[in-house]
């Protein structure tokens, strides 16, 4: 495809971080090069990919040993891959954390959209991706819908202060924000600020830029204006330009602190 305003933010000052992409699916299969070409030429300085079941890993991984130090592993089992063997996914998922070097837990979490059936099973999951979390002293990478407030209180009953992390694709109320940022926890804003009526804008005017980290969730979430189109990182823009409008800031400043804040959320050098 063709760049997108290729030149815009590719002066090297402007750097992005795309904090969740799931760039080993299937629908990059035809052109990953071109969409990593378009990210960097678009100020996209790291793409972290969260995992999602048992059989991403190794596309994951794939992706990751294509771009060293560019895209960035992550380990999880996703809520809505959690079924009634989840058990034996998590078994191999350890594994996986034994040997390999991964910038964080994720994605984990809940999610009471798709499937209510497993629920019990989700948090049973949430949990011990929170003790992996723990443990490695690794940032948590959540999940969250329609399960903000229970997440909130499993937080708050054993986890909060001994991990950090982010809720990614937050879409909540102002007051769930303030009390995930009073946690410690960042929020993952992606392509849904672009829409209208996404009730982010309040949120995004009252919690300071530095609990705020941004995604694409690519393939999904698209931005407007691509909206309708498959998501990419180099899409970022977008949702840096239309922070910096909510905020009456320049985009270079949401540009600075967001990534700044994902660099040291997931323990990177800001190189
Ligand atoms: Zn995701």
């Known amino acids: 495809m063709q760049c997108l305003h290729r030149g815009r933010y590719n002066n090297g000052i402007m750097k ?3 904090t969740h992409a799931h760039l080993y699916l299937p629908h990059f299969k035809e052109d990953l090069g071109n969409v990593i070409n378009n990210a960097r030429n678009n100020g996209v300085s790291h793409i972290m990919l969260p995992n999602i079941d048992t059989k991403s890993v190794e596309p994951m991984l794939g992706v990751c040993n294509s771009y060293p130090g ?13 079924k009634k063997d989840f058990e034996e ?4 998922l350890e594994k996986y954390l034994e040997k390999g070097s991964f910038i964080a837990i994720g994605e984990t979490g809940m999610d009471a959209h798709w499937d ?4 019990d099973q989700q948090e049973t999951s949430f949990k011990r991706h929170l003790e992996w979390a723990a443990d490695l002293r690794l940032p948590v990478v959540i999940h969250s819908r329609k399960t903000t407030d229970i997440i909130t209180s499993i937080l708050k009953k054993g986890y909060a202060g001994k ?4 809720f990614h694709a937050f879409s909540g109320s102002v007051e769930q924000a303030r009390e995930i940022t009073g946690m410690g926890f960042k929020l993952g804003i992606g ?3 672009t829409y209208p009526r996404s009730g982010l804008d309040d949120v995004i005017r009252e919690i300071d830029l530095e609990n705020i980290i941004l995604e694409t969730d690519s393939p999904y979430l698209t931005p407007v204006p691509k909206r309708g189109k498959r998501n990419e990182s180099a899409y970022l823009v977008y949702i840096a330009e239309k922070i910096a409008k909510i905020r009456g800031v320049a985009v270079s400043e949401v540009a600075v602190t967001t990534t700044g804040n ?9 190189s």
């Open 70 to 82: 560019y895209c960035l592993p992550m380990l999880g089992l996703h809520p809505t891959s959690v």
């Open 262 to 270: 994902a660099l040291e959320l997931f323990n990177l050098s800001n």
């Open 191 to 193: 392509g849904v600020v």
């Open 16 to 18: 992005l971080a795309d």
């Open 89 to 92: 996914k998590l078994e191999l």
């Open 163 to 166: 991990v950090k992390g982010v």
């Open 116 to 119: 209510t059936s497993c629920l």
